[in-house]
């Protein structure tokens, strides 16, 4: 949708938790959460997290802020799939950048 990729050059490079750190340090920042700064800039408030904007519960997972909610892929109470939590409770929301056709 915004024609930036910024995860490109890791997709498909790991398939293990230990892999996807091995991963973060040789073609990220080093860590996740400093990747997700490199590629998107400072967080913001949650509180003005608005749709589509990358959040993170803690320093180790990410989500879509879709509103007052965001979602996650993860388990939750046993099952594997999409979960939400509020925005609201999250620590960090980063604001994706995008451009309007024609504006």
Known sequence: MTGFDPAEGLRGTYDSGRGAALALRER???TLLKTVKLWLGEPISVHFG??????????????VCV???SW???EAGGKA??????????RYAFRVPYEIEGA
Request: hydrophobic share 35%; glycine share 22%; aromatic share 10%.
């Open 67 to 69: 509103g007052p909610y």
């Open 28 to 30: 990220g920042a080093g």
């Open 81 to 90: 799939g999409l979960t939400t939590l509020p925005t609201a409770s999250l």
């Open 50 to 63: 608005q749709r589509g904007d990358i959040v993170m519960r803690d320093a180790y997972t990410v989500g």
């Open 72 to 74: 996650f892929v993860g």
